[in-house]
């Protein structure tokens, strides 16, 4: 193959040709996914045609495919058809959050623990569940969960303003579950989902994984906003839209109820997808009607027990719009089979029994006592409701601190923004402090006045990259 001069040709990737060793597929693929997770290729960035990169560097284009493809399935970069090869958003950062030590030595503020206190109830109605119905709870049987338990989850999903047939509920084994499911069969690789400029890290990653486009919306204290989001759909084909309107993670903001209306307005004029993920509602003592309620036809709405009742349960409640059930039926088919008929059935039990009523009250308690602890040793949110976490600004001297790495090294685990971030960097950086994961009022105390002191103290480490390290 002849040697071709590119010296002055622009192109958006260069790799040095004398550091592709053999294989030389894999030598690419390492030599593209250190200059994306050294951020020298910014998310979005268009990669060159793979067949003008397979002249620059004078190798088949077999070669420089395959190299692409290693990469795809890693989720560093995605393509679209008829576009062109782009860096994945957020490739530069592991925001996978993971509980890996087996002891922590560390009061744990970053992953965000349901009050984990109040499992023995659930464990409880497990044993006698099992003692009741035994071996059969353990066969494929109803892979979408028997008549008694998409009753319980008819029951239960009435208390947040949710009303639709038993045909249009499927039980999954949690909300991750449900987003991979909903992802999978409604959604194609190059679409495009709004949300907002933050948001949930584990959507992130799975949209990362399925090559779906996020594009993050100007929000407020009420998230999205919905003037914004139209002048998104009238420059270009949004094909969805993800929302948390409680307690929104991470930022914790409240949607309104005339929000979720206009968003509706908006959502059924332009015939989006919506997926509300309601996984916080349940801290609200009065909620508002759902998103769900004002575009029925467009909204998929999650229900998980993870965060109210016990995270330990994996069951979430799913509804759809009756158009979207065979491809949902097909999605939990190949996805998951069935979720354990012996959580759906326990699931189902604590709720007739109204015991998951009580579990719920508990837990608005001991969320509440919690943040009034938070206020007393950071006053200046004293006007923000908070749920199970705090959205707090991050002082300017820390932005080129690995302060995941620092806070750790002070004994406390914390969660930085550019985890959740879609799109462009805020001039503001946040972290996002779990305040149920303490395992007492005592330890988040302790935990809360180890943060001050960072924020008050002249300790502070310097790093050109934020943590791309899973937090343990």
């Known amino acids: 193959m002849p040697v071709n001069s590119f010296d002055d040709y622009p192109m958006s990737w260069k790799p040095k040709k004398e550091l592709l060793t053999v294989p030389k597929y894999r030598a ?25 990169l397979a002249d620059y560097l004078d190798l088949n284009l077999s070669t420089v495919t395959r190299a692409f493809q290693h990469c795809t399935q890693k989720g560093l970069i995605y393509g679209i058809t008829g576009r062109g090869t782009f860096v994945s958003p957020n490739a530069a950062i592991d925001i996978a959050i993971a509980d890996e030590k087996e002891e922590a030595s560390y009061i744990e503020m970053g992953i965000i623990k349901p009050l984990d206190a109040f499992n023995t109830e659930t464990f409880t109605v497990m044993e006698q569940v099992l003692r009741r119905s035994g071996i059969s709870l353990l066969d494929y049987s109803y892979p979408m ?29 949690g909300a991750q579950n449900a987003l991979a499911i909903l992802l999978l069969t409604l959604f194609r690789p190059g679409d495009k989902i709004a949300t907002d400029h933050y948001t949930y890290a584990n959507f992130i990653e799975l949209a990362n994984l399925m090559q779906i486009r996020l594009v993050p919306i100007s929000d407020d204290k009420e998230g999205i906003l919905p003037d914004v989001l139209e002048n998104h759909c009238r420059l270009q084909q949004l094909n969805g839209i993800y929302l948390v309107p409680n307690y929104h993670n991470p930022t914790g903001h409240i949607m309104s109820q005339s929000r979720k209306e206009a968003l509706a307005a908006i959502i059924r004029k332009y015939q989006l997808l919506a997926i509300e993920d309601d996984i916080y509602g349940f801290l609200l003592e009065k909620p508002t009607l759902p998103l769900a309620h004002f575009a029925p036809d467009h909204t998929c709405y999650i229900c998980s027990l993870s965060k109210s009742i016990c995270s330990g349960l994996c069951i979430a409640y799913l509804t759809f719009p009756t158009r979207f059930a065979a491809d949902i039926r097909r999605g939990i088919y190949n996805v998951n ?11 189902g039990e604590l709720i007739y029994s ?53 806070a750790q090294k002070h004994g406390i685990s914390v969660c930085h923004s550019h985890r959740f971030l879609v799109g462009d960097a805020d001039a503001q950086q946040y972290l996002r402090i779990a305040l149920s994961s ?33 937090i343990p």
């Open 145 to 173: 969960g028997t008549p008694y338990q998409r009753a319980a989850a008819q029951k239960w999903l009435a208390h947040f303003s949710i009303d639709v047939s038993q045909s249009n509920i499927a039980i999954t084994a």
């Open 438 to 470: 303490p395992n007492s009022k005592e330890e988040l105390a302790h935990g809360l006045s180890i943060l001050r002191d960072l924020f008050t103290s002249d300790i502070h480490e310097k790093s050109f990259c934020i943590t791309k390290t899973p």
């Open 337 to 347: 089979v069935k979720t354990a008929s012996l959580n759906s059935e326990t699931a």
């Open 28 to 52: 690419l693929a390492d030599l593209l996914a250190d200059d994306i997770l050294t951020g020298k290729l910014p998310p979005h960035t268009k990669l060159p045609p793979q067949r003008e």
């Open 354 to 406: 109204g015991a998951a009523q009580k579990i719920i009250q508990q837990k608005r308690i001991e969320a509440a006592a919690r943040s009034e602890i938070c206020k007393s040793y950071f006053p200046e949110i004293a006007a923000q409701t908070l749920g199970f976490s705090l959205w707090l600004p991050l002082p300017e001297m820390f932005y080129e601190t690995d302060f995941e790495h620092l």
